[in-house]
């Protein structure tokens, strides 16, 4: 699983990449936290555009990283969600919290 | 035709994309879907990761079991363990439920295994491991 980073502007753009599972997420969540503590932008957008799998698990780390800024008043975004993991969110009423944006 | 396979593993995480990739190919006879072949990935998961993070304190074993009727469009897996068990197995199938929030658990993982799969059982009883039967027609 990998995870990229990107600033434009004010938003903090993560890019994740491979299957994210609860084996792969084990260290994602301490490099996403590490690079949202840096602070200093106003949205963090969650590409999911080379995300290969995602399960349950996924859902967790997105829903923990949501609150996490949800407490620091920055607001999340997602883009790029491809159908499997759509399927996922869709499930769980993840839309409902989180909003996707077009590119 | 029909086809069946089991198998043994630890309950190391590693194994939650190894069981993907073997129930995802042992269905390629009845030709899925992509969508049909992501639901059966992604029930299995959840199943396997609910036995690797519950199961045992340490690692244990998973037995993964598929069968395969070709005439019927069906394939059914199992996914069982000796660890622990559930306490309450009715409220392990509610959504949102966990016994580990603290870990940024979902709880999703039963609800998912739910709606992709065309059927689902689940048995269990304290210290005496746990048994996901799920099943799902490819037409």
Same mark, same amino acid.
């Given at each position: 699983?990998?995870?990229?980073?990107?600033?434009?502007?004010?938003?903090?753009?993560?890019?994740?990449?491979?299957?994210?599972?609860?084996?792969?997420?084990?260290?994602?969540?301490?490099?996403?936290?590490?690079?949202?503590?840096?602070?200093?932008?106003?949205?963090?957008? #969650?590409?999911m555009g080379?995300?290969?799998?995602?399960?349950?698990?996924?859902?967790?780390?997105? #829903?923990?990283?949501?609150?996490? #800024?949800?407490?620091?008043?920055?607001?999340?975004?997602?883009?790029?969600?491809?159908?499997?993991?759509?399927?996922?969110?869709?499930?769980?009423?993840?839309?409902? #919290?989180?909003?996707?944006?077009?590119? | 035709?029909?086809?069946?396979?089991?198998?043994?593993?630890?309950?190391?995480?590693?194994?939650?994309?190894?069981?993907? !990739?073997?129930?995802?190919?042992?269905?390629?006879?009845?030709?899925?879907?992509?969508?049909?072949?992501?639901?059966?990935?992604?029930?299995? &998961?959840?199943?396997?990761?609910?036995?690797?993070?519950?199961? =045992?304190?340490?690692v244990g074993?998973? +037995?993964?079991? !598929?069968?395969? %009727?070709? %005439?019927?469009?069906?394939?059914?897996?199992?996914?069982?363990?000796?660890?622990? !068990?559930?306490?309450?197995?009715?409220?392990?199938?509610?959504p949102f =439920?966990?016994?580990?929030?603290?870990?940024?658990? &979902?709880?999703?993982?039963?609800?998912?295994?739910?709606?992709?799969?065309?059927?689902? +059982?689940?048995? &269990?009883?304290?210290? &005496?491991?746990?048994?996901?039967?799920?099943?799902?027609?490819?037409?």
């Amino acid at each position: 699983m990998g995870l990229e980073f990107k600033r434009r502007g004010k938003d903090l753009c993560l890019t994740l990449s491979g299957d994210l599972d609860e084996y792969t997420a084990r260290s994602l969540k301490a490099e996403a936290d590490r690079l949202i503590e840096a602070r200093g932008f106003s949205t963090v957008t #969650l590409d999911m555009g080379g995300v290969t799998f995602m399960d349950s698990t996924g859902l967790g780390f997105v #829903l923990g990283r949501y609150k996490k #800024l949800r407490g620091m008043r920055v607001e999340m975004l997602l883009k790029n969600v491809p159908p499997q993991v759509d399927k996922v969110f869709r499930t769980s009423g993840v839309y409902s #919290l989180i909003p996707i944006v077009e590119d | 035709m029909k086809n069946h396979f089991e198998l043994k593993m630890p309950s190391d995480g590693v194994n939650e994309g190894f069981a993907r !990739g073997v129930a995802a190919a042992f269905c390629l006879p009845l030709e899925p879907t992509l969508e049909q072949l992501s639901d059966v990935k992604t029930a299995i &998961s959840e199943a396997v990761t609910n036995a690797v993070v519950h199961a =045992y304190d340490g690692v244990g074993e998973i +037995r993964l079991f !598929g069968e395969l %009727d070709e %005439d019927a469009h069906t394939v059914r897996f199992v996914v069982e363990d000796d660890g622990k !068990g559930i306490e309450d197995v009715q409220a392990a199938l509610q959504p949102f =439920y966990t016994t580990r929030p603290d870990d940024e658990r &979902s709880g999703m993982g039963f609800t998912i295994i739910e709606t992709f799969m065309d059927d689902m +059982r689940v048995t &269990s009883s304290p210290g &005496s491991g746990v048994r996901v039967e799920m099943m799902k027609v490819m037409k």
